[in-house]
């Protein structure tokens, strides 16, 4: 045998920069240092200049704190959608927000008060409210960086805040809109109150948790009735708020439910003592102030009252019946206070009152009625006339002057509602508490900022009506600097719908997606009471009216009002408490200045007409074609930016709304601080990089609950790996590759069209996704076509030609030109999603042609393949390499080359030659057979030095096949 040459310097190996490990902690902040030094946002709005707009409205978070996994998610979502849109050849520019004002803020900065023993109320406001504003901008730069290293893309040097002068201007420029639409009022009405932070809150600031209060069931005497059996019975309540007690001012039955009449018989033994007679003795001593009392209740429900009464007096009470009726037999009937001794507000007697809201499903089926302290409680009183009383503070505790429990304790106090609390004492010491347990289970309102407990309280607020018939109006404002001051105050007029009617066609018009989120914020709207306004706290931007003390109106003076929003443009909010707007027509001493500020959700529900339609960003238009954030903001941002923009300009200020659902950890638990479960999304960009979180925010079912945990990202991080490495083989592949290389698509191979044709149904599929924000599909697609398509299927048959045939052969040329091809589709398609990887690939092959983000979608050849056809080669293939891996097992062939194969001919689509067969199953030989199933033998063939196939053309181990012995020379000439 004579010696052999190392052939190895003549095959083409892939050769790149790009390297394996990505190291991204490390390269992605030198990459966007890179593009902020090339001002790449400038570029892509210079390159994208008057080409078609898509604006996504950037939801503001709450400039208060670290961004979280939640904030993560939300804003990946949006940079793919900004992105995506912008490889289109949009123009979507992005400006970003941050809400500013509100207790999120204010709340914070209380705590640092209350950690020096500071009061907030002994603080000059000025200065409260400057240290409010100094907490938001801190955190607006924090957050901001933090998003920034996210690799968003967006105009982060011109964000809008809604604490901004021009912005709070803005605010009161749509609220005077309201006010002069006639579309505000003043009442009084039961609304979510936090006594903690003393202030009212909306739906959207209140989450529920489940609890266990204390149930009571206490008698009210009946002392009137048209019914004269039902006089000196006892009208039976239960309630889970022994608190409302004190404020009761009647009660409701329900019309058509029956009641029943019960009489206290007796008492059966208690089971303490193995003497029934001392048993007996002892049951009928514990129920011996029950004994011939009457009761009325609802009798569906009078097994569960009985357990209750049976569980209070440790005795099975034998209750007779007396007699049945309807409820509305009670019309008429009236009854007293438990605490009627105490004369005054407590010795009138109380109505009993017809009430649609009254059910059997839990309770007596009569229901204590507190028109301070519920809605059904304060709309069935009010149409009888009945007002309330205004007997709790701002603080929860009952007005200092209350005969009944004046000044004491917070009604949120469990200790205060607690069976042997003061209440509870009261009415037992009264002979009114039947039953008393401190083991109700339910859910109950809580403020998501303190966390604390809240409760209905009935205050004067101010409100938008949602049912009131909108009239037209046409307020102009003067020019005004920063605000858009062109703008009219109004634009349309709407003579014959009402906000709830208009919202209702606003939402019935735009795109939901998912679909679902139309029933829900549909239902929102249908039923939601009216919207309020006012807030009683200090960092906001105010209510800025002046109410006439004699008529109570509000006044809507052109001149007064512009002179406010002037005022608030150059000086922000302090303008407002700081200035005197009133003319000389107008006596001070006649009006009150209103000190109450606005809901925060009207502060961000404006950030469209600040945002979109005032000029300051010249490259955004109104009305948004997306809003995107949590499906939380049914009820929150989207809900109080269609409430205004439908009352200020007739329709909703989006055309399309997106939303995802939460982040839990990896075992679907929700996250929290005290679970110890949160996940950090700065952690994670300093242990893995930004684009794993990309990858993961895009890889799950946003529409849904998703999870993020170790065992997730350590799935996601090797979906990234083969993602990286795919790029990397072709840029390996594609070393030294040109246009003069390049081959046309009708003289390639049969394989090679059929990747082309494969990537276009892949493209297909990508566009389609992008339409449908899906990006899951999106994701997905990608993934399964580098994996599936070509590291399983034509990288690993095209790896021989592509390293061992001559420069200048056809199927190398082709498969080289296909492979360019799927690089500037792929690097493209990536782009959105891995944001720095796609940005290292493009300019490791291309230094000097700038950023891949300033690219465009690729242009795919449009071809169409036999699916049928290759779905049989495919499937034979799999056949193949499943019959050869047994032999690799048991080493008889090392590689599918020393294999020959014998398939079934039947199996072998028409048209498809054994070269082809050979190529596609990577071995030696391919023959057919008239039998079933595939043949393996290992083949005798010498191998060839260079390419390593066994071919019988080569005459010993090491000499050169036909195939290398032509393409050496060519290979040599060219290194």
Not at 218 to 231: A, D, K, M
Not at 360 to 374: E, I, Q
Not at 601 to 609: E, Q
Request: glycine share 8%.
């Amino acid at each position: 045998m004579t010696e052999q040459r190392d052939y190895k310097d003549t095959v083409f190996l892939p050769k790149t920069a790009f390297p394996m490990k990505a190291g991204l902690p490390q390269k992605e902040p030198e990459i966007l240092r890179q593009w902020q030094a090339a001002d790449l946002h400038g570029q892509l709005r210079a390159a994208r200049d008057g080409a078609e707009k898509f604006i996504l409205h950037d939801g503001p978070p709450y400039a208060n704190g670290d961004m979280h996994i939640g904030h993560a998610l939300n804003h990946v979502l949006k940079d793919m959608v900004i992105r995506t849109q912008t490889l289109l050849g949009k123009d979507a520019p992005y400006v970003p927000g941050w809400d500013c004002h509100g207790l999120p803020i204010e709340w914070k900065v209380e705590e640092h008060y209350r950690k020096k023993k500071l009061n907030k109320d002994e603080v000059p406001a000025d200065e409260f409210r400057a240290e409010c504003r100094a907490y938001a901008a801190h955190w607006v730069d924090v957050q901001r960086e933090q998003l920034k290293r996210l690799g968003g893309m967006g105009d982060w040097d011109h964000p809008y805040l809604t604490m901004d002068y021009a912005a709070e201007a803005t605010i009161v420029r749509e609220l005077l809109k309201f006010a002069e639409a006639g579309l505000l009022y003043r009442g009084a009405k039961p609304v979510m109150w936090s006594p903690v932070e003393k202030t009212a809150l909306a739906e959207a600031e209140v989450e529920y948790e489940d609890i266990t209060s204390t149930q009571i069931d206490v008698t009210f005497e009946i002392v009137e009735s048209p019914v004269p059996e039902l006089v000196g019975a006892h009208a039976v309540i239960w309630t889970t708020t022994p608190w409302t007690i004190p404020v009761n001012q009647a009660l409701a039955y329900g019309p058509e439910i029956g009641y029943v009449v019960i009489e206290v018989a007796g008492t059966a033994s208690t089971g303490r003592s193995t003497d029934r007679e001392a048993s007996l003795a002892e049951a009928a001593q514990r129920t011996a102030h029950l004994m011939g009392k009457r009761f009325v209740i609802a009798g569906s429900l009078l097994p569960l009252f009985q357990a209750r009464l049976d569980a209070a007096n440790g005795a099975a009470v034998i209750l007779n019946g007396v007699s049945r009726f309807k409820g509305s037999d009670l019309a008429g009937t009236k009854v007293r206070h438990p605490m009627h001794a105490l004369g005054g507000f407590f010795a009138d007697l109380r109505p009993m009152l017809p009430g649609d809201f009254v059910t059997t499903d839990s309770g007596t089926g009569l229901v204590h009625m507190a028109p301070d302290h519920g809605e059904d409680d304060f709309e069935l009183c009010r149409e009888y006339g009945i007002q309330p009383k205004f007997v709790v503070e701002a603080d929860g505790r009952y007005r200092a002057d209350w005969p009944w429990l004046g000044g004491a304790a917070s009604v949120i106090n469990p200790k205060f509602n607690a069976p042997d609390g003061p209440i509870c004492t009261h009415l037992r010491e009264a002979g009114a508490l039947l039953a008393a347990s401190a083991d109700y289970k339910h859910s109950y309102p809580h403020s998501w900022r303190s966390k604390a407990k809240v409760i209905y309280r009935c205050t004067p607020q101010w409100f938008v009506p949602m049912d009131q018939k909108m009239a037209g109006f046409d307020y102009p404002v003067a020019a005004l600097d920063g605000i858009g001051g062109a703008v009219a105050l109004g634009t349309e007029a709407h003579p014959d719908a009402t906000l709830r009617q208009t919202a209702v066609k606003a939402i019935a018009d735009t795109r939901w997606v998912p679909e679902k989120g139309r029933n829900r914020i549909g239902s929102m709207v249908e039923g939601r009471p009216d919207w309020v306004l006012s807030r009683q706290r200090a960092w906001g931007v105010p209510i800025t009216l002046y109410v006439h003390r004699g008529t109570g109106e509000y006044l809507a003076d052109p001149v007064v009002n512009t002179a406010i929003v002037e005022a608030v443009c150059q000086g922000g909010v302090d303008a407002w408490y700081n200035g005197d707007f009133l003319t000389g027509e107008y006596d001070a001493a006649d009006y009150e200045k209103i000190t109450d500020i606005l809901d925060v959700w009207f502060d961000s529900g404006c950030t469209h007409a600040f945002v979109l339609d005032s000029g300051r960003w010249p490259a955004l238009q109104w009305p948004a074609d997306l809003y995107l954030e949590g499906s939380d903001q049914h009820r929150g941002w989207f809900q109080s930016s269609l409430l205004e923009s439908c009352a200020t300009r007739g329709r909703a200020p989006y055309d399309a709304v997106l939303t995802h659902g939460f982040t839990m950890d990896g075992k679907g638990e929700k996250m929290s601080k005290s679970k110890g479960n949160t996940i950090s999304p700065l952690d994670l960009m300093r242990d893995y990089g930004a684009d794993i979180i990309r990858l993961w925010a895009l890889s799950v079912d946003y529409t849904e609950d998703h999870r993020i945990g170790d065992e997730i990202l350590k799935g996601v991080a090797d979906g990234y790996r083969k993602l990286r490495n795919t790029l990397r083989y072709l840029l390996g592949a594609l070393d030294g590759f040109d246009d003069a290389e390049r081959l046309p698509v009708a003289e390639m191979p049969e394989l090679e069209r059929y990747m082309l044709a494969r990537l276009g149904v892949l493209d297909r599929t990508l566009r389609g996704a992008v339409d449908a924000f899906d990006f899951n599909t999106y994701v997905r697609s990608v993934g399964e076509f580098c994996n599936e398509e070509l590291s399983a299927f034509y990288f690993d048959i095209r790896k021989d030609s592509l390293y061992c045939d001559a420069p200048a052969d056809t199927r190398r040329r082709a498969c080289r030109t296909v492979m360019d091809t799927l690089f500037h589709a792929l690097v493209r398609y990536l782009a959105p999603v891995l944001v720095f990887t796609s940005e290292e690939a493009w300019t490791t092959r291309f230094p000097d042609q700038g950023s891949v983000h300033l690219l465009v979608w690729p242009e795919v050849p449009v071809l169409e393949a036999d699916d049928a056809r290759w779905a049989a080669l495919r499937s034979l293939r799999d056949e193949v390499l499943e019959a050869i891996e047994p032999l690799r097992r048991e080493k008889t062939v090392r590689s599918s080359l020393e294999a020959a194969v014998a398939v079934p001919a039947a199996a072998v689509p028409p048209g498809v030659d054994d070269a082809l067969l050979a190529e596609l199953f990577i071995t030696g030989a391919v023959t057919r057979h008239g039998g079933e199933g595939v043949l393996v033998a290992k083949v005798d063939d010498a191998k060839c030095g260079r390419c390593w196939r066994l071919l019988p053309e080569v005459v010993e181990d090491g000499a050169l096949c036909h195939r290398c012995a032509d393409a050496v020379p060519q290979v040599e000439a060219v290194l």
